[in-house]
Protein backbone atom coordinates (compact mmCIF):
# COMPACT_ATOMS: atom_id res chain seq x y z
CA UNK A 1 0.00 0.00 0.00
CA UNK A 2 1.34 3.85 -0.83
CA UNK A 3 0.14 6.94 0.26
CA UNK A 4 -3.01 8.07 -1.85
CA UNK A 5 -6.19 10.56 -0.78
CA UNK A 6 -9.60 8.96 -2.44
CA UNK A 7 -12.22 11.32 -3.54
CA UNK A 8 -16.57 10.08 -2.65
CA UNK A 9 -17.85 9.00 -6.37
CA UNK A 10 -21.59 10.10 -5.44
CA UNK A 11 -22.40 8.30 -8.73
CA UNK A 12 -20.57 5.44 -7.52
CA UNK A 13 -23.66 4.24 -4.76
CA UNK A 14 -25.58 1.21 -5.54
CA UNK A 15 -28.69 -0.57 -3.92
CA UNK A 16 -28.05 -3.83 -2.11
CA UNK A 17 -30.40 -6.40 -1.22
CA UNK A 18 -29.84 -5.71 2.17
CA UNK A 19 -32.29 -2.62 1.40
CA UNK A 20 -29.60 -0.06 2.03
CA UNK A 21 -27.63 2.01 -0.31
CA UNK A 22 -23.51 1.58 -0.44
CA UNK A 23 -20.73 3.55 -1.89
CA UNK A 24 -17.32 1.79 -0.75
CA UNK A 25 -15.38 4.76 0.07
CA UNK A 26 -11.67 2.40 0.52
CA UNK A 27 -12.00 -1.18 -0.46
CA UNK A 28 -9.14 -2.54 -2.63
CA UNK A 29 -6.84 -5.10 -1.77
CA UNK A 30 -4.05 -3.46 -2.23
CA UNK A 31 -5.77 -2.25 1.74
CA UNK A 32 -6.79 -5.79 2.71
CA UNK A 33 -7.13 -4.53 6.74
CA UNK A 34 -9.95 -2.51 6.46
CA UNK A 35 -12.38 -1.15 4.22
CA UNK A 36 -14.82 1.60 4.96
CA UNK A 37 -18.18 1.90 3.49
CA UNK A 38 -20.91 4.82 3.21
CA UNK A 39 -24.42 3.65 3.89
CA UNK A 40 -27.72 5.01 3.46
CA UNK A 41 -30.85 3.90 5.07
CA UNK A 42 -33.81 5.60 3.57
CA UNK A 43 -36.88 6.57 5.91
CA UNK A 44 -39.24 3.92 7.21
CA UNK A 45 -36.75 0.69 5.92
CA UNK A 46 -35.42 -1.98 7.98
CA UNK A 47 -32.45 -3.86 6.65
CA UNK A 48 -32.28 -7.46 6.46
CA UNK A 49 -30.78 -9.40 9.19
CA UNK A 50 -27.08 -10.50 8.30
CA UNK A 51 -23.66 -11.37 9.23
CA UNK A 52 -20.22 -11.63 8.53
CA UNK A 53 -18.07 -14.14 8.98
CA UNK A 54 -14.15 -13.31 9.46
CA UNK A 55 -14.70 -9.83 9.61
CA UNK A 56 -15.52 -7.58 12.21
CA UNK A 57 -17.72 -3.84 11.45
CA UNK A 58 -18.67 -1.21 12.76
CA UNK A 59 -20.98 1.16 12.43
CA UNK A 60 -20.01 5.27 13.08
CA UNK A 61 -23.59 7.22 12.33
CA UNK A 62 -22.96 10.31 10.66
CA UNK A 63 -26.91 11.49 10.38
CA UNK A 64 -30.26 10.24 10.99
CA UNK A 65 -31.53 8.27 13.56
CA UNK A 66 -31.55 4.80 13.71
CA UNK A 67 -32.69 1.54 15.77
CA UNK A 68 -30.06 -1.17 15.54
CA UNK A 69 -30.27 -4.85 16.24
CA UNK A 70 -26.83 -6.32 17.38
CA UNK A 71 -26.24 -9.70 18.51
CA UNK A 72 -28.11 -10.31 22.13
CA UNK A 73 -28.02 -6.87 22.93
CA UNK A 74 -31.34 -5.19 23.33
CA UNK A 75 -32.65 -3.07 20.45
CA UNK A 76 -30.81 0.24 20.79
CA UNK A 77 -31.64 4.22 19.31
CA UNK A 78 -28.78 5.30 17.89
CA UNK A 79 -27.77 8.86 16.33
CA UNK A 80 -24.70 10.79 14.93
CA UNK A 81 -21.54 10.31 16.92
CA UNK A 82 -22.57 7.01 18.10
CA UNK A 83 -20.40 3.94 17.28
CA UNK A 84 -21.87 -0.04 16.93
CA UNK A 85 -19.31 -2.84 17.38
CA UNK A 86 -20.52 -5.72 15.25
CA UNK A 87 -18.35 -8.88 15.87
CA UNK A 88 -17.59 -11.65 13.42
CA UNK A 89 -20.83 -14.10 12.90
CA UNK A 90 -22.81 -11.59 14.74
CA UNK A 91 -27.01 -11.04 13.51
CA UNK A 92 -27.47 -7.71 12.83
CA UNK A 93 -29.73 -5.31 11.14
CA UNK A 94 -30.78 -1.28 11.43
CA UNK A 95 -33.84 0.58 11.11
CA UNK A 96 -34.19 3.90 9.86
CA UNK A 97 -36.57 6.03 12.48
CA UNK A 98 -36.25 9.56 11.78
CA UNK A 99 -37.91 11.33 8.15
CA UNK A 100 -35.22 11.68 6.79
CA UNK A 101 -32.23 9.51 5.36
CA UNK A 102 -30.22 7.25 8.04
CA UNK A 103 -26.19 7.43 7.39
CA UNK A 104 -23.51 5.78 8.59
CA UNK A 105 -20.05 4.92 8.01
CA UNK A 106 -19.56 0.70 8.14
CA UNK A 107 -15.84 0.27 8.74
CA UNK A 108 -14.68 -3.58 8.38
CA UNK A 109 -11.36 -5.35 9.53
CA UNK A 110 -10.33 -7.52 7.64
CA UNK A 111 -11.80 -5.70 4.32
CA UNK A 112 -15.04 -6.12 3.54
CA UNK A 113 -15.40 -9.28 0.59
CA UNK A 114 -19.08 -10.21 -0.42
CA UNK A 115 -17.35 -13.85 0.41
CA UNK A 116 -18.17 -12.81 3.75
CA UNK A 117 -21.80 -11.49 3.70
CA UNK A 118 -24.43 -14.17 5.13
CA UNK A 119 -28.44 -13.01 4.59
CA UNK A 120 -29.73 -14.94 7.82
CA UNK A 121 -33.56 -12.99 7.36
CA UNK A 122 -34.92 -16.90 6.81
CA UNK A 123 -33.59 -17.73 10.51
CA UNK A 124 -34.19 -14.58 12.61
CA UNK A 125 -37.62 -13.90 10.91
CA UNK A 126 -39.21 -17.05 11.79
Partial sequence: ??????????????????????????????DPELSIARARVAPGVVTRWHRLSGTTERYVI????????????????????DVVIIPPMCPQRIA?????????????TPRFTQEAYEDIGHEMDG
Fill in 62 to 81: IEGQGRVEVGRLAPQDVGPG
Fill in 1 to 30: MKEAISRIDPDAEFHTDELCYVNELSNTPD
Fill in 96 to 108: NLGPGDLVFLAVC
